[in-house]
């Protein structure tokens, strides 16, 4: 009984749906190594392996939140150990550029985030992906860049 | 100072016609009323005493017309004025037209009006409009004269004009100007520093009266796709109009993003959106951000520079940096 | 029997027929547009007297994007959903005349057979208040087409002078609703408003385009206006957006499109515009490979094709929004012009 | 439409005991285009892959979804086994239901459900693949050893004797490295000058062997099999080839007050030197800063007395252009500053000194011609205090140590202490451990010696203070297992610094696009099964530059890493990795966005003409991918505004598809 | 009883001193450091290692709590970051505060539980009788 009490209470909490886009040498491996680890972080999040962060087109970020994404967070190799030299100092830019002018727009800043973890940062990885699971639950679900034809 | 008029650009472009140095003009066509002018192709003195216009309403930008008229045969002569050269130079540093099919005129300018902006002076039966030195008289059916002064009562785009400096041409008529400070960044700051419920209340306001009739990119001299993303059935976000408030938005921004560190300022968005959307506020947002973030740029200043967004530093600062700095 | 009431009272009777009705009428806009729109009328809200909405009164009939069907997708199972809600009344206030003469353009589109069941369930539920064009702008040329903005048909039609709104119910639906208003209206005789209309005519005789005329165009002109060489200098300009047909009041060409939702399909119809090179393509390609082509399409439909295929009718209202929002200013008063000048030496081009 | 095949591995209880994998089976079976889906206990396993293989066949299976380990782990596995099935290997995609599912989530439903959607995506990707063919570019046989020491030297020796032509970079005017500065070497105690120097001879008497030294990497083009490579000499102010080594130079040059680097600074030579008597190249180099010619025109003794006329002051740096198949990185270490460590007073006392100054100290060759005296007053010392762990294992100072051990510490100071008793048994020997690390072949055998045959005093305990006071340190310490704090009197402390890797490597490792730990060392393809190569392709990891080790490791690891370069050059043609950019030459509109973010120069341009839709024809300018050079990053497909560009195996389409099912 | 007293004892001590115990290494540089060790019957790493392992009752009676000179030179100096001095002090706090000893821990309030005492009670109870 007390266990169908508590399901029913887990059921109606807000689970925040969140893309983190990984680079393949550096993040990637990095949640590898935090699964090595056994370092938990909420199942919330869903890894899409890309070679590089730099591949990471900003259409894919609105797609995200469009088909009901309530965070993105996309994850690179720390600026200089870009595995292709230079595609995170592009990503950098480009992202710096993409989610200030979200946020101008009004969406949350809490809802976008860039964080370089590499190959050997399983337990930043972990971290990183805990709290920004938690800023982007505190928020509660995107209203602001979603679209209604895409909500069941 | 050697005043331009319409007498000065149609002996030039005659005697350019007359020496074969040129085989056509694109300049401004007049029409119905003073305000709805055309930019049209004149291929011969005649044409262009006829129906060349040269007044308060020759605001077109002429260079992304380039693109079709260096594909013709023969060399075509176009008026730059200062917005419109940095659209020029834009253009030719990511090898859009050939440089040798043109003969470029720099004009200097002091603010340009638009039909929208007189509509708004004078929103019923307006008959005419001309400057007058310093105020602009606009002729009503109804309400008769109105006397405003002209500086005051220019579109936004030449408000805050960046630069009274034409930066490319063959020959230059006139004085040639400066690069000026009119404050362009302040209504983005001002935004900036508005709440970010108050901001998404503007925008939505703003974007919501999007009807994607696609005008904004079409008179864009960035926009110059063989086939745009959003018309592109296998880019996956295709789409023709607005379906959920969710399309205009993502259009808005990834056309802001793909002109990002392209965009030469030049205000055609605003001027030819029907909806009266300040879309120029998007692209300034981004340019605004560049120059805090990663120096001053302006495209379009030289020909061959190196967009921001396709250039790095490596001591460029974090994203959320950038954010912390946009959002006051 | 001519109704009206005073000016000062219009609110109280927009407030008491929005509560017969979803009420929407023009409202100036708030934000960076403060140009008239169609709003729904909330208390308080005030009537713009602007002489046109910046988009037309088609909207409210054929919207610009409207889901025809939902195709729910669980599994490999596939359920078809119709989205469709039941419509009820709406009243729309302040129609201008051309904008009610393009609902007759739209019809003979929707309403005849197979009848396009969607347009034709907004139509019937639509109450239309016409409202007869005091001070017409520059840009009006309905006069050309045929259409006297001083006889503003429609269920109600309305003319305002200085001090006093004067309605009156056209059709059974209008009179029904007039009814409901009971005595906020004061009866009055038809001819008060003659002056009015008079007003209006001499001001129309007086537009810089009234002297437009249809002559050169109609049904039987293809041939003739086809092979133009005009047509090149007068689209070369052209950008190619959309501009032109989505503020057009008769513009009806419309695409339909699925949408992936992730977990089904919604297919929609949305505005299409013939200016555009992806216009009505087709496995081969599509038909109207140039941009003078398509330009030439547009005009040649409004001018020629349409009124060919109902009775001469032409499918231009004259409202003027393409005269003011078309980016390098072409338009179809341009179009007419050019191509009823005798050609001086064909050509020329 | 794909006929799909799902395929779920348990991972004997990996995945299987957080995730119900028979109800991922059966979900993904729901999925359009799945035509067969299971679940088995190993799928990498010989009875997995027949399964695999088995499905293919009887389904006519055109793509295939595994969820299991990391595709970092078994990508290639899983492709070997689809072109075994007969179809192509890049119409697999793996969804990593165990690192990033299985083993991050604690409860069977939460991992169960993310690995249906993880799963999903995996389907909806595989959709949209299309096979993929890898291109072919040639080798170019020459290798890059970048490091001049024992492992750099080592791994030269190894690829030349193949019969590959090889080139040293070394920054310093000689070969030999740190080895070259050492005393003896544990546990053997044989004199490090003696087995290195011969190697060194045999590097330069080497025909494939050419040594660049006082010489930089500068830029790095390219990708494995050519890379492309511009290396700075620095000028030298002699002419290599000319001199003779004969040292009268360096004998009579007037300018004597020059820092003797390989001796840490603890004596002088002259302007002109050569580092060391068995230097390789024995040429001398002239210091500019020092110089008198160079710094004012006023000197040129050194040209005056050179009978083979070798000295040229107008010498200017040179740069070397040369194409390679492989680069083998060899950068090594050096030991971290002490300076930070207040207490150990290193900046107060000439006295306190670290390890490797104490080398140089009982070095033959060094300041001291092998005497151990005291450099504040050339006194012998008494007592003398070991120091182990300074900044090593050290969480808490940041900025000042590094976290790891440093590994060889613990032997050399046996090395040392034991080599004190012996030459001067009146010393008293003190070793402040917190522990012996001594796993290797003789080495707990050396330590142990050290304690019971030479009498050091090995004292469980850390040094907590240093204070110079009367020409003595007085050294503060615990003994834990005594329980009792300590004063010592001593003559001299030695310091066993923490070694990191050197200052070069960082932006070597930029300029390599090789990736690097948070402590800078070289990350290795794999840190058990790939531990010689760096994720970059044809980057090769030598030495202490990938982690702290000792001579035989080193020694060990070179060879390992000259083995890998071997097969390497050993190939005539590589085959690329087809996950390439792609431009669609009918969107492209040559705005060269695309070429100015490329960090290979993959893409060119070409004038090309089209037949337009209305059957006239347009030259237009459009980009061209070279697909052996493109690695595939994507940079490109972003910068273009048209989407003309793409990445084959994570295309637009592909990714969204994945966004979309994760969204869903 | 005993046993669950000790465990709430170091708990509260280890959230108190915000201090990880289990970061230690055992160097003992903080008694190496340590200028008040000869005064002291245990030293810096012995407080680390007994209140890790628990045996913490010696040092609430041992004058060793007094003898810290808070100078900090252990926390200045540990290689681990482990900061013995505020892990000292933190037991002097737990001895100076004999009213703070703990009368009550949660697992013992199960036993107290009466359908009638208000939750809140339960509550304030707990409060009191937790420093």
Excluded at chain 2, 102 to 128: F, H, N, R
Excluded at chain 4, 264 to 293: E, G, T
Excluded at chain 4, 524 to 546: D, M, N, W, Y
Excluded at chain 5, 97 to 117: F, K, S, V, W, Y
Aim: with cysteine; aromatic share 8%; net charge negative.
């Amino acid at each position: 009984m007390q266990v169908n009490e508590s399901n029913i209470v887990a059921n109606e909490e807000f689970r925040p749906k969140i893309v983190a886009f990984c680079c393949n040498w550096c993040s990637y491996a990095g949640a590898d190594l935090a699964g090595n680890n056994r370092l938990a972080y909420p199942a919330d999040i869903k890894i899409i392996r890309v070679p590089c962060s730099c591949r990471v087109n900003p259409m894919f970020i609105l797609r995200a939140f469009q088909r009901g994404a309530d965070g993105v967070i996309l994850c690179g190799c720390h600026p200089g150990d870009c595995h292709y030299t230079s595609g995170n100092y592009y990503t950098r830019r480009r992202m710096a550029m993409l989610f200030s002018m979200l946020n101008y727009l009004g969406i949350e800043k809490e809802r976008t985030r860039v964080e370089w973890v590499s190959a050997a940062e399983g337990a930043k990885f972990a971290a990183t992906m805990q709290d920004f699971a938690e800023k982007v639950k505190a928020l509660g679900p995107n209203k602001r860049l979603e679209d209604l034809r895409c909500k069941q | 100072m050697q005043t331009v008029t319409r007498e000065t650009l149609l002996d030039k472009a005659s005697a350019l016609l007359a020496s074969g140095e040129v085989s056509r003009v694109l300049g401004w066509k007049k029409g119905e009323f003073a305000y709805d002018v055309t930019p049209a192709v004149f291929e011969s003195a005649e044409e262009m005493e006829k129906d060349f216009v040269y007044d308060i309403f020759s605001g077109a930008n002429f260079s992304k017309y380039l693109i079709k008229e260096t594909a013709k045969e023969g060399k075509v002569l176009v008026f730059l004025k200062p917005c419109d050269s940095y659209s020029f130079n834009q253009l030719l540093t990511e090898h859009r037209f050939d440089r040798e099919k043109v003969y470029a005129i720099g004009i200097p300018c002091d603010g340009m009006m638009d039909a929208s902006t007189v509509k708004a002076l004078a929103p019923e039966g307006l008959v005419s409009a001309e400057r007058d030195g310093d105020n602009l008289v606009i002729h009503t059916l109804y309400d008769g004269d109105k006397i405003l002064p002209y500086a005051d009562n220019l579109p936004d785009r030449c408000r805050h004009c960046k630069s009274k400096k034409v930066v490319a041409y063959d020959e230059m008529l006139g004085e040639n100007g400066d690069v000026v400070d009119s404050h362009r960044f302040d209504e983005v700051a001002e935004l900036e520093a508005m709440s970010e419920d108050a901001r998404f209340a503007f925008w939505q306001n703003e974007l919501s009266r999007c009807i994607r009739c696609n005008a904004c990119r079409d008179v864009c001299p960035a926009c110059t796709c063989e086939k745009c993303v959003f018309d592109n059935p296998k880019s996956g976000v295709e789409n023709k109009a607005i379906s959920d408030s969710y399309e205009e938005k993502m259009f808005h921004i990834i056309r802001a993003f793909h002109v990002a560190g392209r965009c030469t300022d030049c205000g055609e968005c605003s001027r030819v959106c029907p909806q009266n959307i300040p879309l120029h506020l998007l692209n300034r947002k981004f340019i605004y951000d560049i120059d805090r973030n990663y120096g001053d740029y302006m495209a379009g200043a030289e020909e061959g520079s190196r967009a921001p967004l396709v250039n790095y530093k490596t001591e460029d600062p974090e994203a959320a940096d950038v954010l912390e700095r946009g959002d006051k | 029997m001519m109704k009206k009431c005073p000016v000062s009272a219009l609110n109280t009777v927009l407030t008491a027929l929005s509560g017969v009705a979803p009420l929407y009428l023009p409202v100036n806009g708030k934000g960076k547009d403060t140009r008239a729109k169609y709003t729904k009328y909330e208390d308080g809200m005030i009537y713009s007297t602007a002489l046109n909405t910046v988009r037309s009164a088609k909207d409210f009939f054929f919207p610009q994007t409207e889901n025809l069907v939902n195709f729910k997708v669980d599994g490999k199972n596939i359920e078809i959903i119709d989205p469709r809600e039941e419509h009820e009344d709406f009243i729309l206030f302040g129609v201008r005349a051309c904008d009610y003469k393009s609902f007759d353009v739209l019809d003979r589109v929707f309403l005849s057979e197979p009848v396009d069941s969607y347009y034709a369930s907004r139509r019937a539920h639509g109450i239309v208040f016409t409202m007869a064009c005091t001070r017409p702008a520059e840009t009006c040329f309905c006069t050309t087409f045929g259409i006297d903005p001083s006889e503003p048909q429609g269920d109600v039609s309305c003319y305002m002078t200085e001090t006093d709104v004067y309605f009156d119910a056209k059709t059974e639906k209008g009179e029904v609703v007039l009814a409901k208003l009971g005595d906020l209206l004061a009866d009055c005789e038809e001819s008060t408003v003659n002056e009015q209309k008079e007003l209006i005519s001499s001001r129309m005789k007086a537009l810089p385009l009234s002297s437009l005329s249809t002559e050169a165009f109609g049904g039987d002109k293809l041939d003739k206006l086809f092979d133009d060489p005009r047509w090149e200098s007068l689209s070369e300009s052209c950008l190619a957006c959309g501009t032109c047909t989505y503020v057009c009041p008769t513009c009806q060409c419309y695409d339909i499109k699925d949408f992936d939702t992730g977990h089904g399909v919604c297919r929609f119809r949305c505005w299409d515009s013939c200016m555009y090179s992806e216009f009505t393509k087709m496995s081969a390609g599509q038909p109207r490979l140039t941009q003078m082509q398509r330009f030439r399409q547009r005009f040649m439909h409004k001018l020629v094709y349409y009124p060919a295929n109902n009775d001469g009718l032409f499918s231009c209202v004259g409202c003027g929004r393409c005269l003011a929002s078309c980016p390098i200013s072409m338009n179809i008063v341009k179009v007419m012009k050019t191509l009823s000048e005798e050609a001086e030496d064909n050509g020329s081009k | 439409m794909q006929r799909i095949g799902v395929f779920v591995c348990w991972c004997g209880s990996n995945i299987a005991a957080t995730v119900d994998v028979h109800a991922v089976a059966e979900a993904a079976k729901l999925e359009p285009g799945v035509v067969f889906s299971t679940d088995y206990q190993y799928m990498c396993s010989q009875a997995g892959q027949n399964m695999i293989i088995d499905a293919v066949k009887e389904h006519k299976l055109t793509g295939l979804v595994i969820c299991s380990c990391s595709p970092r782990m078994h990508e290639a596995t899983f492709r070997k086994t689809a072109a075994n099935a007969g179809i192509n290997p890049y119409m697999v995609e793996i969804a990593n239901i165990r690192e990033q599912c299985s083993w991050v989530h604690k409860d069977m439903p939460t991992g169960t459900e993310k690995a249906i959607i993880l799963a999903k995506a995996a389907i909806a990707k595989v959709h949209l693949n299309t096979p993929l063919t890898p291109g072919e570019s040639k080798v170019t046989k020459r290798a890059l050893v970048i490091g001049g020491g024992i492992a750099g030297i080592q791994t030269a020796l190894d690829i030349a004797d193949a019969g590959y032509p090889v080139d040293i970079v070394e920054k310093e005017p000689t070969i030999g490295g740190k080895m070259a500065q050492l005393d003896k070497t544990f546990p053997t105690l044989d004199c490090a000058a003696c087995i290195l120097t011969p190697k060194m001879v045999d590097a330069a008497q080497n025909e494939n062997i050419r040594i660049i030294s006082y010489a930089k990497v500068e830029e790095v083009g390219g990708f494995v099999g050519n890379f492309h490579v511009k290396i700075r000499k620095k000028a030298r102010f002699v002419n290599e080839d000319v001199c003779t080594g004969c040292g009268l130079c360096t004998e009579k040059c007037p300018q004597k007050k020059v820092p003797n680097a390989f001796n840490l600074n603890m004596d002088n030579h002259r302007a002109i030197y050569i580092p060391f008597a068995q230097a390789v190249p024995k040429v001398a180099v002239i210091d500019p800063d020092y110089c008198n010619m160079l710094k004012n025109g006023k000197c040129g003794v050194c040209a005056k007395v050179c009978t083979a006329g070798a000295i040229d002051y107008k010498q200017e740096d040179q740069i070397i252009e040369e194409d390679y198949g492989a680069i083998v990185a060899a950068t090594g270490y050096n030991p971290i500053s002490v300076e930070k460590f207040d207490e150990f007073a290193y900046s107060q006392s000439k006295d306190v000194i670290t390890s490797l100054e104490f080398e140089r100290l009982t070095n033959a060759a060094g300041p001291t011609a092998g005497k151990l005296l005291r450099p504040s007053d050339g006194e012998h010392p008494h007592t003398i205090v070991f120091v182990q762990c300074v900044g090593s294992r050290c969480a808490s100072c940041a900025g000042k140590g590094k976290e790891y051990c440093s590994k060889i510490c613990c032997m050399y100071t046996a090395k040392h202490a034991m080599l004190v008793r012996d030459k001067y048994p009146d010393t008293e020997v003190y070793v402040f451990y917190i522990d012996v690390r001594t796993p290797g072949k003789n080495f707990d055998e050396f330590y142990r010696r050290a304690v019971e045959e030479y009498g050091v005093h090995y004292i469980k305990g850390m040094v907590g203070k240093v204070t110079p006071e009367n020409g003595k340190l007085k050294v503060q310490a615990s003994d834990l297992l005594a329980d009792r704090q300590l004063h010592i009197d001593a003559d001299l402390v030695v310091l066993a610094a923490a070694i990191e890797p050197d200052k070069s490597a960082r932006p070597l490792a930029t300029m390599l696009t090789a990736s690097m730990d948070t402590n800078d060392f070289f990350t290795e393809a794999h840190p058990k099964l790939r531990p010689v190569e760096s994720p970059t392709a044809g980057i090769f990891l030598s030495g202490a530059c990938q982690g702290p080790k000792d001579i035989p490791e080193t020694v060990s690891q070179a060879s390992a890493a000259a083995a890998k370069v071997i097969g390497l050059l050993s190939k005539n043609t590589l085959k690329g990795n087809p996950c390439v950019a792609q431009s669609d030459e009918l969107m492209c509109n040559g705005c060269s966005s695309c070429a100015n973010v490329c960090p290979y120069g993959a893409i060119t341009y070409v004038n090309k003409e089209f037949r337009m839709p209305d059957r006239t024809t347009k030259v237009r300018r459009v980009a061209s991918v070279n697909p052996a050079v493109c690695q595939g990053c994507g940079a490109c497909t972003v910068a273009c505004p048209s989407g003309a560009m793409d990445l084959n195996g994570f295309k637009n389409n592909q990714i969204m598809a994945e966004v979309d099912a994760i969204c869903k | 009883m005993e046993k669950n007293k000790t465990a709430a004892l170091r708990e509260q001590i280890l959230r108190a001193s915000g201090v990880n115990p289990k970061k230690c290494m055992r160097c003992g540089k903080c008694s190496g450091t340590c200028p008040a060790y000869d005064e002291m019957e245990y030293h810096p790493h012995q407080f680390v290692y007994m209140v890790e392992t628990g045996n913490i009752e010696p040092l609430l009676h041992s004058e060793s709590v007094y003898k810290c000179l808070s100078c900090f030179a252990c926390v200045e100096r540990c290689p681990r970051g482990v900061e013995p001095a505020k892990l000292i002090e933190a037991l002097c706090a737990a001895v100076t505060r004999p009213q703070g000893a703990n009368h009550m821990t949660p697992d013992d309030i199960p036993a107290l539980l009466d359908e009638d005492l208000p939750q809140q009670a339960i509550v304030s109870a707990l409060r009191k009788y937790m420093k």
